[in-house]
Nanobody, 126 residues
Framework: QVQLVESGGGLVQPGGSLRLSCAAS????????IGWFRRAPGKEREGVSC????????PYADSVKGRFTISRDTTKNMVYLQMSSLKPEDTAVYYC???????????????????WGQGTQVTVSS
């Protein structure tokens, strides 16, 4: 049974950092496409970053490029999102997602993901 559990959200001041974690079970994180998404109040869900299953490419949304870094630890079956230089507009619920599709390049941002975590709230405010 595939399960994804996010953690690490919280309240942080602008310019601060947070690291989100996604504990995966039921599948190996280096085989599935893995993505981080977010939904801000009143806005549509946005793909933040992902890891393509076939070539390990890690594309980023333009809004977070240079500030966020996605990574995975296959020994722990975990996926992380390191967020730095946080801005108020990064405030959202962040979700981890997984999919069995074989993806290359930035296609992992456009996959209709099969599995989702429950989300973790990130609030950037002074």
């Amino acid at each position: 049974q595939v399960q994804l559990v996010e953690s690490g959200g919280g309240l942080v001041q602008p310019g601060g950092s947070l690291r989100l974690s996604c504990a995966a079970s039921g599948f190996p994180v280096d085989v599935y496409a893995i993505g981080w998404f977010r939904r801000a109040p009143g806005k549509e869900r946005e793909g933040v970053s992902c890891i393509s299953s076939s070539d390990g490419t890690t594309p980023y949304a333009d809004s977070v490029k240079g500030r966020f870094t996605i990574s995975r630890d296959t020994t722990k079956n975990m996926v992380y999102l390191q967020m730095s230089s946080l801005k108020p507009e990064d405030t959202a619920v962040y979700y981890c997602a997984a999919d069995r599709s074989r993806t290359y390049g930035d296609a992992c941002l456009r996959v209709d993901y099969d599995y989702w975590g429950q989300g973790t709230q990130v609030t950037v405010s002074s």
